[in-house]
């Protein structure tokens, strides 16, 4: 049980490109999300999913996008990075059984120059 | 809408002292409290979590009581070691509205720094 995987732990982009940050879980959770963290600001949702299939937007979506199609992944996209999308990205998934445990992936950290 | 302020950091100890990080909310609705804990180059892990007003959420000698009257979730340890040190962040998330299911608020968080 591998719990929630990210790759890659590190990216250096330029200003303009694209990309693709992967996230997959193997505890069957129906939610997940995506956050990113900066200093002194915590952690601030950017999109989440409630299932296959289905996605929306959390506090900061502008620039990301996210699609949904099988329970175990959930890819962020970055349409065209810019410096102001650095920051460490992280994923989660919350189970469903009533525990409500919110299990995170180790993180990416993206820089963008 | 709802929002999570805790203390700034850093806050740095020598190993057995007395450790409070102040955590306070603001929600519309009946949320419930998290305490997530970051070591170095990871992700976030539960450390403790209450459900309900006068819950007290407990783990590895950290614990934190959910005071509704005062908007509260103090975490504290009666005597940290220097494994402790660690980022902490206060969270909460509102289970009781359908739109609000799964999103979480999350302090800044405090850094905390356990000499020896």
């Known amino acids: 049980n591998a719990g929630v995987t990210q790759t890659p732990k590190f990216q250096v982009l330029k200003t303009g490109q694209s990309m693709t940050l992967q996230c997959a879980q193997d505890?069957?959770?129906?939610?997940m999300s995506w956050y990113r963290q900066d200093p002194g600001m915590g952690l601030r949702l950017i999109h989440y999913?409630?299932?296959?299939?289905?996605?929306d937007q959390g506090e900061v979506p502008n620039g990301y996008n996210v699609s949904r199609s099988t329970t175990e992944d959930f890819p962020l996209r970055l349409l065209s990075a810019a410096p102001s999308q650095t920051s460490v990205y992280f994923c989660?998934?919350?189970?469903?059984?009533?525990?409500?445990?919110?299990?995170f992936g180790p993180g990416t950290r993206l820089t963008v120059t | 809408g709802d929002s999570v302020t805790q203390m700034e950091g850093p806050v740095t100890l020598s190993e057995e002292a007395f450790l409070t990080i102040n955590c306070t909310y603001t929600?519309?609705?009946?949320?419930?409290l998290f305490w997530y804990v970051q070591y170095p180059g990871e992700g976030l892990q539960l450390l403790l979590k209450a459900t309900k007003a006068d819950d007290k959420g407990s783990n590895k000698g950290f614990e934190a009581t959910y005071r509704k009257e005062t908007t509260s979730f103090h975490l504290e340890k009666g005597s940290v070691q220097v494994s402790d040190s660690a980022v902490y962040f206060c969270?909460?998330?509102?289970?009781?509205?359908?739109?609000?299911?799964?999103?979480?608020?999350f302090g800044a968080g405090t850094q905390v720094v356990v000499t020896p």
């Open positions: 999913s409630v299932g296959a299939g289905i996605t």
């Open positions: 505890m069957n959770h129906e939610y």
């Open positions: 969270a909460l998330s509102d289970r009781e509205t359908t739109d609000s299911w799964g999103k979480f608020q």
């Open positions: 989660a998934s919350i189970s469903g059984d009533g525990s409500y445990e919110q299990y």
């Open positions: 929600a519309t609705g009946y949320p419930s």
